[in-house]
């Protein structure tokens, strides 16, 4: 692998600079791919941002970049938040603060302006063959912001199919967050945390394996078809979705629930009225797994009360020591306290509704 320092300014950089969104953002002279599939979105805070013009403005220097070649062009590996900050400043898309004012690039005295123009920015270039350029991919990005798991898979799938998929899931307000998706899922599209969420559901958390199976399909409809799919069954059967519901359901995992549940009949107007107890119930101590277990029907998902260190001790001493089943005598920590009626049955966590048992005993009952 060939590796050669160059000296680009800051005139050439910005040469035909031209962002065309999903299609990709170009520069020095359209030769240079800004955004190549391995690339994140830009992430840059308005802060971040305005550091690197002053940094420019003042030329200070700014952290080498990392080119690879392409044929007879290039793509940026390594410096693309820079390099789209210089890019918008120049092309009038943003101002910074300067001595007190807020001042575009336009609005520079001419000479400013040639002084930003003459910078010049420091730029390694790799030749060498894909395997040898993504290995330095993965030795240059230690040393910056990190990619996420996802980025990092973005970077060894690229092909069409990926495109495609970024198109519904990685962009800022990517249709994949639309249509009140956006309060039931977390994670950033920018930073492909959609993305990864949906592969993984599909995929049953082989996400490489299903990325390099279908790296080169023309599309990704099957996994925003299933995406849709899915929404579209917890809209079936949980229809009230205001500010507190949603609350309660962001986050959960929905794919992986329709995964398994999705043929099980559930009546949305049961599914209500139980839904309307069970957060009214102070039984329960993880609110945010009503909607699981409505699905599941698994109570421990609802983190259900037990009896705490006090009601223990009174329990014990009211028996004793002695097992209600067996009638054998134990130490407190070799007990358990248990509910007589269940929760499902209506049962408390009081202690008139209170028993110790061994844990034997307590074991047994648990299995039946």
């Not at 040639?114 to 270039?125: F, K, N």
């Not at 023309?218 to 069954?233: G, H, I, N, S």
Request: proline letters at 4%; charged letters at 30%; glycine letters at 6%.
């Amino acid at each position: 692998m060939n590796i050669i320092l160059r000296n680009i300014k800051v005139s050439e950089l910005v040469a035909d600079y031209e962002d065309k969104a999903e299609e990709g953002v170009l520069g020095y002279g359209g030769r240079l791919n800004i955004r190549p599939p391995y690339q994140r979105e830009f992430v840059y805070e308005e802060k971040q941002r305005n550091e690197v013009i002053h940094t420019v403005r003042k030329n200070f220097p700014l952290n080498t970049m990392y080119w690879v070649k392409a044929g007879d062009n290039f793509e940026l590996m390594d410096g693309q938040q820079r390099t789209i900050s210089i890019c918008q400043y120049i092309s009038g898309d943003f101002s910074v603060v300067i001595d007190g004012a807020t001042l575009g690039f336009n609005n520079l005295p001419k000479n400013k302006q040639q002084e930003i123009l003459d910078y010049e920015i420091s730029v390694y270039v790799c030749e060498g063959t894909d395997s040898e350029k993504l290995d330095w991919f993965r030795i240059i990005n230690i040393a910056g912001k990190p990619l996420t798991n996802q980025e990092l898979r973005n970077a060894i799938y690229t092909g069409p199919w990926l495109s495609d998929a970024k198109r519904w899931f990685s962009k800022t307000g990517a249709p994949a967050v639309q249509e009140g998706r956006e309060k039931l899922v977390k994670g950033t599209p920018i930073r492909q945390e959609v993305l990864e969420l949906a592969l993984d559901w599909l995929s049953d958390s082989d996400i490489e394996g299903y990325m390099s199976a279908h790296q080169h399909d023309m599309d990704a409809q099957e996994l925003w078809q299933y995406w849709q799919e899915v929404f579209d069954w917890v809209s079936r059967i949980f229809p009230k979705q205001d500010s507190a519901r949603t609350r309660l359901m962001k986050g959960l995992p929905w794919g992986r629930l329709y995964n398994k549940y999705k043929n099980k009949p559930i009546n949305a107007v049961d599914a209500e009225k139980r839904i309307v107890d069970l957060i009214e119930d102070d039984e329960i101590e993880n609110p945010k797994g009503i909607y699981t277990y409505i699905v599941t029907g698994n109570e421990k998902t609802l983190n259900l009360r037990t009896f705490d260190e006090k009601l223990r001790q009174k329990l014990y001493s009211q028996q004793s020591g002695i097992c209600k089943k067996c009638n054998d005598p134990f130490e407190l920590d070799q007990m358990h306290a248990d509910h007589i009626k269940p929760w499902s049955k209506g049962g408390k966590t009081i202690l008139a509704n209170g028993q110790m048992l061994c844990s034997k005993c307590n074991l047994d009952k648990s299995d039946k």
